[in-house]
């Protein structure tokens, strides 16, 4: 399977990683898209869609020792510290993440941090103009939520031996500046310690053995009472987190999740029928095959989807509708990315009540509401200039296939733009809280289909704003 794109965005990629290890499929399909995107002359802005703000954003490791901080530091090792970091993998490899964390650290250490207003960073490092929508845009946001999980990563894999921090608070764009020591033991804890073990040498040595049972028994009990707090506070982490609860099916599902994507030609059909024999396929062909290839803002969806597995530890399989079949979505859970280029998902859609309707003749797509067939406000022409489009809509699913007895998800668009939507949804910690909000109490065990609205400026997508729902 090969990405494309208009223009020729998409160098061919083969999605072929069936057996290879999930990490290592994942990164390469992430890095192939990032690098394509952020790095070339991509035709419709499609830089701002690959990130989702706020996943995967991490703190330094448990078993950090104790440190206390210091803000006291000189500009030219706050310098030399931002080069460190900026040679490391995780940012040299990108221009855009390198650009900004750049510029806001050099202005911080200017004295200019007053400056650092999203408008402003917008303009003079992402090139936007003066009177640009920040409501709409999200360049600046995604790309310092994405600076701020990579600086969290560089400190927590110990990329750096250097007592230096830079850190960015969620919410600001201003840098601070610290420098980590160890913290001092606290005076008096040892000189008791060894005043205590002096004088346990002048009492007597015998113990009864009551005693001995009394302090056993507080012993288990209190390691009991103590690995129950612990599972009752990540059990009331976990319930309360929208995004682990929507996720959780997948994420405690045993076996690899299966990520099919749709592509740009038909699948085929694995339900039945008689096998035509053709003649065999040439190279030539099976590279420009439509069945073979995927759009660009499928596969970045696809990436995004698989990084946030990677990041729970789960294993994923990837694979495009034409070539998963039934067979492979009886095997475990599954996430299907497209809606009409994705045979799977217009075969679960078909019983619902939100599916996808056509006009052929007017080229024109849309999502029906079995409860009020009247509505046909939910649709996007296809025959309308793509940069001209100003709002697409779009399905998530969560259900149990009653054929496979598997869960499934569903990201798809009516256009490429409402599946961009959509995966930024299911991976957006923020977007899932509204999703929340809407559900019944005990959603966590339901199956649910929502309807997604998302503007569309000049061939980006928003975030989707939820307009319909159903929960059973």
Same mark, same amino acid.
Not at 62 to 81: G, I
Not at 242 to 266: D, H, I, M
């Given at each position: 399977?090969?990405l494309a794109?208009?223009?020729?965005?998409g160098? #061919?990629?083969? &999605?072929?990683?069936?057996?290879? %290890?999930?990490?290592q499929c994942?990164?390469?399909?992430r890095?192939?898209?990032? !690098?394509?995107?952020?790095?070339?002359?991509?035709?419709?802005?499609?830089?701002?869609l690959?990130?989702?703000?706020?996943?995967?954003?991490?703190t330094?490791?448990?078993?950090?020792?104790? +440190?206390?901080?210091?803000?006291?530091v000189?500009h030219?090792?706050?310098?030399?510290? +931002?080069?460190?970091?900026?040679?490391?993998?995780?940012?040299?490899?990108?221009?855009?993440y390198?650009?900004v964390?750049?510029y806001?650290?050099?202005?911080?250490?200017?004295?200019?941090?007053?400056?650092?207003?999203?408008?402003?960073?917008?303009?003079?490092?992402?090139?936007?103009?003066?009177?640009?929508d920040?409501?709409n845009?999200?360049?600046v946001?995604?790309?310092?939520?994405?600076?701020?999980?990579r600086?969290?990563?560089?400190y927590?894999?110990?990329?750096?031996?250097?007592? +230096?921090r830079?850190?960015?608070q969620?919410?600001?764009y201003?840098?601070?500046? !610290?420098?980590?020591?160890p913290?001092?033991?606290? #005076?008096?804890?040892?000189?008791?310690?060894t005043?205590?073990?002096?004088a346990?040498?002048? +009492?007597?040595?015998?113990?009864p053995?009551?005693?001995?049972?009394?302090?056993?028994?507080?012993?288990?009990?209190g390691?009991v009472?103590?690995?129950?707090?612990?599972a009752? &506070?990540?059990f009331?982490?976990y319930?309360?987190?929208? &995004?682990?609860?929507?996720?959780?099916?997948?994420?405690?599902?045993?076996?690899?999740?299966?990520?099919?994507?749709?592509? &740009?030609?038909e699948?085929?059909?694995?339900?039945?029928?008689?096998?035509? @024999?053709?003649?065999?396929? @040439?190279?030539?062909?099976?590279?420009?095959?439509?069945?073979?290839?995927?759009?660009i803002?499928?596969a970045v @969806?696809?990436?995004?989807?698989?990084?946030?597995?990677?990041?729970?530890?789960?294993a994923?399989?990837?694979?495009?509708h034409?070539e998963?079949?039934?067979?492979? *979505?009886?095997? %475990?859970p599954?996430?299907?990315?497209?809606?009409?280029?994705?045979?799977?998902?217009?075969?679960?859609l078909?019983?619902?009540?939100?599916?996808?309707?056509?006009?052929?003749?007017?080229?024109?797509?849309?999502?029906?509401?079995?409860?009020?067939?009247a509505?046909?406000d939910w649709?996007?022409?296809?025959?309308?200039?793509?940069?001209?489009?100003?709002r697409?809509?779009?399905?998530?699913?969560?259900?149990k296939?009653?054929?496979?007895?598997?869960v499934?998800?569903?990201?798809?668009g009516?256009?490429?733009f409402?599946?961009?939507?959509?995966?930024?949804?299911?991976t957006?910690?923020?977007?899932?809280?509204? *999703?929340?909000?809407?559900?019944p109490?005990? $959603?966590?065990?339901?199956?649910?289909?929502?309807?997604?609205?998302?503007?569309?400026?000049?061939?980006t997508?928003g975030?989707?704003?939820?307009?319909?729902?159903?929960? $059973?």
């Amino acid at each position: 399977m090969l990405l494309a794109s208009e223009g020729r965005l998409g160098r #061919p990629f083969a &999605l072929q990683t069936f057996g290879r %290890g999930h990490q290592q499929c994942c990164e390469e399909l992430r890095d192939f898209v990032r !690098s394509e995107v952020t790095n070339g002359p991509a035709h419709g802005n499609f830089g701002g869609l690959m990130y989702p703000e706020k996943i995967g954003e991490r703190t330094l490791p448990d078993h950090a020792p104790a +440190l206390c901080t210091t803000s006291e530091v000189p500009h030219e090792d706050v310098l030399e510290h +931002l080069e460190q970091i900026l040679s490391h993998t995780l940012f040299r490899n990108s221009r855009r993440y390198t650009e900004v964390f750049r510029y806001i650290v050099e202005r911080t250490l200017e004295g200019n941090e007053g400056q650092l207003k999203e408008r402003t960073i917008g303009i003079e490092v992402f090139h936007r103009t003066p009177d640009y929508d920040t409501s709409n845009d999200h360049v600046v946001r995604s790309a310092m939520s994405e600076v701020r999980r990579r600086l969290a990563q560089y400190y927590s894999e110990g990329g750096s031996e250097s007592e +230096l921090r830079i850190e960015l608070q969620p919410g600001s764009y201003v840098p601070h500046f !610290s420098r980590i020591v160890p913290s001092a033991p606290e #005076p008096g804890i040892a000189s008791a310690g060894t005043a205590l073990a002096a004088a346990s040498e002048t +009492l007597p040595s015998r113990k009864p053995r009551l005693q001995t049972r009394v302090r056993r028994g507080i012993a288990v009990v209190g390691a009991v009472g103590l690995v129950a707090a612990v599972a009752i &506070l990540l059990f009331s982490a976990y319930r309360n987190d929208p &995004l682990q609860t929507f996720w959780a099916p997948l994420f405690s599902a045993r076996g690899p999740v299966l990520l099919c994507v749709g592509t &740009l030609g038909e699948g085929r059909q694995s339900a039945g029928g008689t096998p035509v @024999t053709k003649p065999p396929v @040439t190279l030539a062909e099976f590279h420009s095959a439509d069945a073979q290839l995927v759009h660009i803002m499928d596969a970045v @969806t696809l990436a995004e989807l698989a990084r946030l597995l990677g990041q729970h530890n789960k294993a994923c399989r990837l694979a495009s509708h034409s070539e998963a079949n039934f067979a492979d *979505l009886q095997n %475990g859970p599954s996430v299907l990315v497209g809606l009409m280029n994705n045979d799977w998902t217009e075969r679960l859609l078909s019983n619902l009540r939100f599916t996808v309707g056509q006009d052929l003749q007017r080229q024109v797509m849309l999502i029906r509401d079995r409860n009020n067939p009247a509505n046909r406000d939910w649709a996007i022409n296809y025959t309308a200039p793509y940069l001209d489009i100003t709002r697409d809509y779009a399905l998530i699913l969560r259900m149990k296939d009653p054929k496979t007895d598997q869960v499934v998800i569903v990201a798809a668009g009516l256009s490429a733009f409402g599946t961009s939507a959509a995966g930024k949804f299911l991976t957006d910690p923020d977007d899932m809280k509204k *999703l929340a909000a809407i559900a019944p109490r005990d $959603w966590a065990n339901k199956s649910m289909e929502i309807v997604l609205s998302t503007v569309v400026i000049r061939g980006t997508a928003g975030h989707g704003t939820i307009i319909a729902s159903q929960f $059973w």
